[in-house]
T-cell receptor, first 114, second 114 residues
């Protein structure tokens, strides 16, 4: 079945760039997502990318998609301590209805050190 | 910014009891979802709901689970007879029309079955 994998931890220094990586198995994937979860909070949608794009930029966030390798990354420029959170990659999985369903990775815990 | 609201934030229940988790999706959204995250595991799809009926459900969503949109604003998940393994964070999500691919999640309800 469809699967999404992420590394579990990433630690960076404040001011550096962070790159969070994700791989997925669904060759028919249409949309891929990045969500952020702060402690005790819900899943905040950061951005999503359509599979016919290879890059999307939104302020400090850059998403890169390599569809051939089924690899998605999220780059956070000038990482701040407030960026410390768990980041989830998700794939809009195959669904037989237009509502769809998301297949999540296990989340990458980003720790930003001052 | 519109939000998906979930209540309660935390519920403790005895094994075998029925629980109802409540959600108020974004008002003009058409597709509604429940996901769950068992501690230390991935966020998993449970069910999607559209046009007052279930669109798709996962293997997890067995006869113990049911969903309802009783009044046009609330969206509920009922677990008829809770088991210890139902302890998890339950997330409600909603999405707009078929051209909109942004899934908005609530803050979650942490269900603890004792």
């Amino acid at each position: 079945g469809e699967d999404v994998e992420q590394s579990l931890f990433l630690s960076v220094r404040e001011g550096d760039s962070s790159v969070i990586n994700c791989t997925y198995t669904d060759s028919s994937s249409t949309y891929l997502y990045w969500y952020k979860q702060e402690p005790g909070a819900g899943l905040q949608l950061l951005t999503y990318i359509f599979s016919n794009m290879d890059m999307k930029q939104d302020q400090r966030l850059t998403v890169l998609l390599n569809k051939k390798d089924k690899h998605l990354s999220l780059r956070i420029a000038d990482t701040q301590t407030g960026d410390s959170a768990i980041y989830f990659c998700a794939d809009l999985g195959r669904s037989y209805n237009q509502g769809g369903k998301l297949i999540f990775g296990q989340g990458t815990e980003l720790s930003v050190k001052p | 910014e519109p939000e998906v609201t979930q209540t309660p934030s935390h519920q403790v229940t005895q094994m075998g009891q029925e629980v109802i988790l409540r959600c108020v999706p974004i008002s003009n959204h058409l597709y509604f979802y429940w996901y769950r995250q068992i501690l230390g595991q991935k966020v998993e799809f449970l069910v999607s709901f559209y046009n007052n009926e279930i669109s798709e459900k996962s293997e997890i969503f067995d006869d113990q689970f049911s969903v309802e949109r009783p009044d046009g604003s609330n969206f509920t998940l009922k677990i008829r007879s809770t088991k210890l393994e139902d302890s998890a964070m339950y997330f409600c999500a909603s999405k707009g029309d078929t051209g909109n691919y942004g899934y908005t999640f609530g803050s979650g309800t942490r269900l603890t079955v004792v």
